[in-house]
């Protein structure tokens, strides 16, 4: 059977624990939000296909365990991700480096700032937010998996600069007759749920 996408991804979700990586994926893959914190153990995947530029891009993206317990387990994923969502401002330090070390060079990232409905408890300005994410060279988005904001958009633009990075491997893409390329070697079973056991919360380690 033709595959229903022309190009395939590995996006990594990181950061904090209690941040709403998980949220912030379920928004974007399942359009719900769930209120109670259930941290991840291990990491956890989940699929989504999107259209950008006429390219049908299908998105493998895996929410990492904040808890520094299981970083050895989610630092072994940086590997194959293209792309990388930064969900921390406390600790970017800790995280950006992390990324340096275990992620392959030419990795794109992005800044998150969530919980962007939650007004009164702020601690870091979007000035500084947007400061921060120029410091370290990266693009910025507020968001709000609980209002929905900036979900698709965010998750789009780090899409794009994956495409980007791929350009020379995209015009092959359109010239060749399979019109099929993998970027990620992606396992994908016939047949199976999209992620693990339809739970947001399960091992995968
Ligand atoms: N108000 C508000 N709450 C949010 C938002 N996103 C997540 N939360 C809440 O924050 C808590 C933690 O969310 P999770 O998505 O489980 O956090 P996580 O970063 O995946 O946590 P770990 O799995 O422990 O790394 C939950 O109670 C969510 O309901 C948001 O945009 N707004």
Redesign the pocket.
């Known amino acids: 059977m033709a595959k229903q996408y022309d190009v395939l991804f590995r996006l990594l979700l990181i950061?904090d624990?209690?941040?709403?990586?998980?949220?912030?994926l379920c928004r974007f893959t399942d359009k719900e939000?769930?209120?109670?914190?259930?941290?991840?153990i291990g990491v956890d995947f989940k699929m989504k296909t999107i259209e950008v530029d006429g390219i049908k891009v299908r998105i493998q993206i895996w929410?990492t365990?904040?808890?520094e317990r299981y970083q050895t387990i989610t630092k072994q994923y940086y590997r194959r991700a293209q792309g990388i969502f930064l969900?921390s401002y406390q600790h970017i330090m800790k995280w950006v480096s992390d990324v340096d070390e275990y992620a392959p060079e030419g990795v794109q990232k992005i800044l998150i700032g969530?919980?962007?409905?939650?007004e009164q408890k702020r601690q870091v300005g979007r000035e500084q937010g947007q400061q921060l994410a120029k410091e370290y060279g990266m693009d910025f988005y507020e968001?709000?998996?609980?209002t929905n904001l900036n979900i698709k958009e965010s998750f789009t633009r780090l899409t794009e600069l994956v495409l980007q990075a791929h350009r020379k491997e995209l015009e092959g893409l359109r010239t060749r007759a399979s019109n099929e390329l993998a970027l990620a070697e992606l396992e994908e079973e016939e047949g199976k749920p999209e992620g693990p056991a339809n739970s947001s919360k399960s091992c995968w380690c």
Not at 114 to 118: F, G, I, M, V
């Open positions: 950061g624990s209690g941040v709403g990586k998980t949220c912030l939000f769930h209120s109670s914190h259930i941290s991840t929410d365990a904040g808890q969900r969530n919980k962007a409905d939650e968001t709000s998996a609980c």
